[in-house]
């Protein structure tokens, strides 16, 4: 019984090792159970056994098992714990080698010097078993000793796991260690010295180990279940999300290839989902903007990506659909480069929005110089035409002397003066005006009020003459 319920615990143990990425602490725990196991297969064989030599042989093999049941449990404890003194589990281990060689050099075994007689007893329920009578060997004293400092060992680091809130783990782990250790510690050594009349029952005592790891496995399970539960309302949680929002979301591998399309994408550019699953992104991209899309997953590999983007995607139709993306870099559990996942927003409709909009802002800017340039035709004209009037005035005035055949040159030259004088003045209203449409920058000078109150009065004399 015991032989069985140890060999399928490390069965057990075994298959998470080999399937659950080689974790050591397993492949520990099941070197304990098959070394438990092959043990009671001994003891069994040791109640039965019929000669010294015989005997002698089996209890060196039995030493062998509790070789191999205590130095990986001492490992187990430090890995599994991981409170556990390095240097305590490096002298233990040491002890016990030395031990070993002791138990494979002696006559008779680390535990008897000489074997001297085999002797019938017979257990409590009735069965009859071997004992044996011989000298006992000092040696023995030194597997006591590395078995009281694995029971020291193993409460140091249940301890020091309880205060690291690890309380499931020392207390229950941790309890059925010190446990076998006390029980088989204390019923062997009573044994070897004919003390107490019973079989070695060492596997018996680890029962209550196989006992803990069972329900640790029954506990993880359980929780896994758990997890797994959680892990799948998340899922359904993401697949919801992803298939109902109207967003593109696009996965890609590091080889540029996507593995995932969600509807609303595939129904933009139309294309299933299985059609664009293992097609490279690329070929979504127009031809101009492929090289460049390599170039970003490149560096998105060696360092992470662009957060905001604008790409084209070209429809199934040949349509052009422009995106804003926003993307994020994804990780292994190595935190190696697992690829990138994109959320694009489709924004040609408001890129052509804001084209149109743009396209009205000209139009009404068009119209505005248009009228702006009315009014400044209409300033211009009442600008120029006080000066424009006089020289007109001017000019009729000197023809008029000269048809008199005896003109006044001085009243000419004055004529001939005012002339250039507006003249000049309807020249500097033009070069103003360019002053003010052009895109030079502007000249800072000096100015005379009472130069701008003459030029003034001279532009509206004649209004006022007219006026009274």
């Known amino acids: 019984m015991c032989a069985a319920a140890s060999l399928m615990l490390g069965l057990m143990h075994m298959s998470f090792w080999l399937v659950g990425g080689r974790a050591l602490v397993y492949l520990l725990s099941a070197l304990m159970a098959f070394a438990a196991g092959a043990g009671a297969l001994v003891e069994l064989a040791m109640m039965h056994a019929d000669s010294i030599a015989v005997y002698s042989a089996l209890i060196r093999w039995e030493n062998l098992a509790v070789f191999l049941i205590l130095v990986p449990m001492v490992w187990f404890v430090y890995v599994q714990f991981g409170t556990a003194r390095r240097w305590l589990a490096l002298t233990i281990t040491a002890l016990w080698v030395l031990v070993l060689?002791?138990?494979?050099?002696?006559?008779?075994?680390?535990?008897?010097?000489?074997?001297?007689?085999?002797?019938?007893?017979?257990?409590?329920?009735?069965?009859?078993?071997?004992?044996?009578?011989?000298?006992?060997?000092?040696?023995?004293?030194?597997?006591?000793?590395?078995?009281?400092?694995?029971?020291?060992?193993?409460?140091?680091?249940?301890v020091r796991a309880w205060r690291r809130r690890k309380r499931r783990l020392a207390g229950l782990v941790g309890g059925a260690i010190i446990l076998f250790i006390v029980s088989a510690g204390i019923h062997a050594p009573l044994v070897d010295a004919g003390l107490v009349a019973s079989p070695y029952m060492v596997s018996f005592a680890f029962l209550a180990i196989v006992v803990a790891m069972s329900y640790e496995l029954v506990a993880a399970a359980a929780q896994s279940e758990r997890y797994a539960r959680t892990v799948r309302a998340n899922e359904e949680r993401w697949r919801t999300l992803l298939e109902n929002v109207q967003l593109a979301v696009i996965g890609v591998d590091p080889g540029g290839r996507i593995n995932y399309a969600n509807p609303f994408l595939c129904s933009l550019i139309g294309c299933p989902q299985e059609e664009l699953t293992g097609r490279e992104v690329a070929t979504l991209m127009p031809n101009a903007d492929r090289d460049e899309l390599g170039y970003r997953l490149r560096r998105a590999a060696e360092d992470r990506p662009r957060p905001h983007s604008e790409w084209t995607l070209v429809c199934a139709s040949g349509e052009e659909r422009r995106l804003s993306w926003s993307t994020v870099k994804l990780l292994g559990p190595g935190g190696e480069f697992a690829g990138l996942l994109s959320v694009g927003q489709d924004i040609t409709a408001r890129l052509r929005a804001e084209?149109?909009?743009?396209?009205?802002?000209?139009?009404?800017?068009?119209?505005?110089?248009?009228?702006?340039?009315?009014?400044?035709?209409?300033?211009?004209?009442?600008?120029?035409?006080?000066?424009?009037?006089?020289?007109?005035?001017?000019?009729?005035?000197?023809?008029?002397?000269?048809?008199?055949?005896?003109p006044d040159l001085d009243e000419l030259g004055d004529i001939l003066d005012d002339i250039v004088r507006d003249d000049k003045r309807a020249g500097e209203v033009i070069r103003r005006l360019r002053a003010i449409f052009g895109s030079g920058k502007v000249a800072r000078e000096r100015l005379s009020l009472n130069s701008v109150i003459r030029e003034i009065l001279e532009l509206v004399a004649g209004e006022l003459d007219a006026g009274g």
């Open 101 to 158: 060689v002791i138990n494979f050099l002696s006559p008779a075994s680390v535990v008897f010097r000489e074997i001297t007689e085999l002797r019938q007893a017979p257990t409590f329920w009735g069965e009859s078993f071997t004992m044996v009578v011989g000298t006992s060997n000092p040696w023995v004293h030194l597997a006591n000793l590395a078995s009281l400092l694995i029971l020291a060992y193993t409460l140091d680091a249940s």
């Open 355 to 406: 084209r149109d909009l743009q396209q009205v802002h000209w139009e009404m800017e068009r119209l505005a110089r248009s009228n702006l340039l009315g009014e400044l035709a209409a300033a211009l004209a009442h600008e120029l035409n006080q000066p424009l009037t006089a020289i007109l005035s001017n000019a009729q005035a000197g023809r008029r002397f000269l048809a008199d055949g005896n």
